[in-house]
Nanobody, 123 residues
Framework: VQVMESGGGLVQAGGSLRLSCTAS????????LSWFRQSPGKVREGVAA???????TYADSVKGRFTISRDNAKDTLYLQMNSLEPTDTAMYYC??????????????????WGQGTQVTVSS
């Protein structure tokens, strides 16, 4: 299984970015997918998750600003990030898990991870 993120970069506060995540070696449509982020010295936190049936969950810190979506035909997960703030600066990771989830935003639930893509928001 390979999971790969792309789309990170440097953006000014108030700007937007769209992250993408492709996954191969698994039946994409059967997997629950999520985005996590981690800053130096901080624990990895769940940002948004989307179930195999398309239902989404968001962390309070990004509600109303970020949108998670999936395109099963392209085996691709997206994270549209609007109104970015300097506190959104982090390495963003995509994760996948096929089974039932108890906590969709808990890192320990997921068994497949990408290498991450860096998002930096300048003030």
């Amino acid at each position: 299984v390979q999971v790969m993120e792309s789309g990170g970069g440097l953006v000014q506060a108030g700007g937007s970015l769209r992250l993408s995540c492709t996954a191969s070696g698994l039946i994409f449509e059967n997997y629950h997918l999520s985005w996590f982020r981690q800053s130096p010295g901080k624990v990895r936190e769940g940002v948004a998750a989307v179930d195999s049936d398309g239902s989404a969950t968001y962390a309070d810190s990004v509600k109303g600003r970020f949108t998670i979506s999936r395109d099963n035909a392209k085996d691709t997960l997206y994270l549209q990030m609007n109104s970015l703030e300097p506190t959104d600066t982090a390495m963003y990771y995509c994760a996948a898990y096929p089974g039932p989830l108890i906590n969709r935003l808990a890192a320990w639930e997921y068994n497949y991870w990408g290498q991450g893509t860096q998002v930096t928001v300048s003030s």
